[in-house]
């Protein structure tokens, strides 16, 4: 059988589509079925120790960390997450994720001033995690937690982002503590 030179451009082009084709749909497939690969990922639903409650003093708020569990085994210290803890009082505590609500630089807690500064465009959040001035349109995100045999748990498979909360408020749910 012989190609002319026509047919066989075409199946040149046709070949070079198919490549194409492939590496723009994958990206978009596991996009679209990623929440069915979460829901059989039990770190998603990890809740984590951030340590014991005597390491969160009463109406004190520190610097915590936690081992992301949904990681690579390339990650390394990456995956070690930074969060501040807010013991208000008894078992009232606020876990705030450390990324501003701006553009996720990592906010620092001024006990002087009580407030978390943003070194990255001024913003400024109280210490409830309120938003007191800047760039931010919301206050801190938080994480849901627990105490359970003396220790802080966190819910921390799940990131609170603003996309989450909205989600939240349409299925009637709250997905900060
Ligand atoms: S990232 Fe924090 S104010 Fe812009």
Redesign the pocket.
């Known amino acids: 059988m012989t190609v002319n030179r026509r047919a066989f451009l075409t199946y040149v082009a046709m070949g070079f589509n198919a490549v194409v084709a492939a590496a723009l749909g994958v990206p978009i497939v596991r996009y679209v079925l990623s929440p069915i690969a979460r829901a059989g990922d039990p770190g998603y639903d990890s809740w984590l120790s951030l340590g014991s409650l005597e390491q969160f003093p009463a109406g004190e708020t520190r610097l915590a960390t936690y081992r992301n569990p949904v990681q690579n085994s390339s990650d390394g210290e990456t995956a070690t997450i930074p969060c501040w803890v807010r013991h208000v009082d008894g078992d009232e505590f606020q876990v705030f994720a450390i990324n501003?609500?701006?553009?996720?630089?990592p906010?620092r807690w001024f006990p002087q001033s009580e407030l978390f500064m943003?070194?990255?465009?001024?913003?400024a959040y109280y210490s409830d995690g309120s938003r007191a001035s800047?760039?931010?349109e919301r206050g801190l995100f938080e994480y849901r937690y627990k105490i359970e045999g003396g220790k802080l748990l966190i819910k921390a498979g799940e990131i609170p982002t603003p996309g989450r909360l909205a989600a939240a408020a349409a299925a009637g749910k709250t997905p900060c503590a």
């Open positions: 501003c609500a701006h553009l996720g630089c906010v943003c070194p990255c465009h001024g913003g800047g760039p931010p």
